[in-house]
């Protein structure tokens, strides 16, 4: 499948950067799979206003794929979101593995009806850069990619400009996560996708939880061979949009308007110190994200959309201190929370 084929409407939707949550995984107290809250989620995010859905990502927990959930889990977002709306919605489905495996991923997630794939890189860490390249191109001849800079503390590969720009040459990549939490890092791939002349084809994302609001309202000035090309990171695919995400997306048309603005607000700069400090309780940066999923599967919980923060694996939890910062934050940052908006619809999620 190339790019080309996706409808006009979806493909548009991706180029002017949406907003996109990555779905968590809503299991029972047997860590089974809870498809009325499944449901329930997909169905809170498409009203909260997001434009589309990541699922099967690291928020949905890779560890679906080990117990058989991957088509499952892919299937009921898009029958879902195909039901409760007629609005064009982007959907990426996770891929992983080794080549074949994420080759075997991308024709399960395109034959469901998924537009794009975001290539996780974790499992190449051994292999050189050329390999790397290789495999991006062979999954690519099966769904357009979503290129992903997955930050190491959570099993990411470091990846040069020069990686950036090969695989920004791929003509299949419509757009890349760039998720390092870390400038430098982010720079390099901006860097990569201006050298390969890329950017009128691959709309930037954030994922960088740590600095959502000003990666998204903040322009880059790039330099190649002394000219200097403005760009800007149109959207964002993120774990931290999982929740209070009708304000998320507030947020996001905040960042829109003040775009080309001469100007950008300061209270709308200064946000962005707190929307990182919620990400710090909710990620559990003080234990190396060790607790980054049951933290948002918390935050749900207590809105109703979970019926507990279980994960597949029994060992995977919040972290001591964890529930603390949560409670900590939630109280702060009580006003960019969307309980009100969850609590008026949560009866027709759940029905």
């Not at 493909?11 to 996109?20: F, H, M, Q, S």
């Not at 590969?157 to 996560?177: C, G, M, P, Q, T």
Request: aromatic content about 8%; glycine content about 8%.
């Amino acid at each position: 499948m190339h790019h080309s084929a996706i409808k006009s409407d979806v493909r548009r939707l991706i180029a002017e950067g949406t907003v996109l949550p990555a779905h968590p995984l809503a299991l029972d107290a047997n860590r089974r799979l809870d498809k009325v809250h499944q449901r329930a989620l997909t169905r809170y995010y498409i009203d909260a206003g997001a434009g589309g859905l990541a699922v099967g990502v690291h928020t949905t927990q890779f560890a679906i794929r080990d117990v058989g959930l991957y088509r499952l889990v892919l299937e009921l977002a898009a029958e879902t979101a195909a039901h409760w709306t007629k609005r064009p919605l982007v959907l990426v489905a996770g891929l992983v593995g080794p080549t074949q495996q994420a080759i075997s991923e991308a024709k399960i997630a395109r034959d469901i009806g998924y537009h794009a794939g975001l290539l996780s890189l974790a499992a190449m860490k051994s292999a050189s850069e050329d390999e790397i390249v290789a495999h991006c191109r062979s999954v690519a001849r099966e769904i357009p990619l979503v290129g992903f800079y997955l930050q190491p503390a959570v099993g990411g590969v470091i990846l040069s400009a020069n990686f950036w720009r090969r695989f920004a040459e791929i003509d299949n990549v419509i757009a890349i996560k760039i998720a390092p939490f870390n400038r430098y890092r982010t720079l390099d791939v901006l860097r990569g996708v201006v050298a390969a002349g890329a950017l009128d084809r691959i709309t930037l994302y954030t994922g960088n939880d740590d600095h959502i609001l000003l990666d998204l309202a903040l322009p880059f000035d790039l330099r190649d061979n002394g000219v200097t090309t403005r760009t800007h990171i149109r959207g964002g695919l993120l774990g931290h949009w999982s929740v209070w995400t009708q304000t998320a997306i507030k947020q996001f048309e905040a960042c829109k308007a003040a775009r080309n603005k001469a100007v950008v607000p300061a209270d709308l700069l200064a946000l962005d110190a707190r929307v990182t400090d919620c990400n710090s309780a909710f990620f559990d940066v003080a234990n190396n994200f060790h607790g980054c999923i049951a933290g948002c599967h918390e935050v749900l919980r207590r809105q109703g959309l979970m019926q507990g923060i279980w994960c597949l694996d029994p060992h995977e939890g919040l972290s001591p201190g964890q529930m603390q910062e949560i409670d900590r934050v939630c109280n702060e940052h009580a006003d960019l929370s969307d309980d009100d908006f969850v609590a008026a619809h949560l009866w027709k999620w759940l029905a």
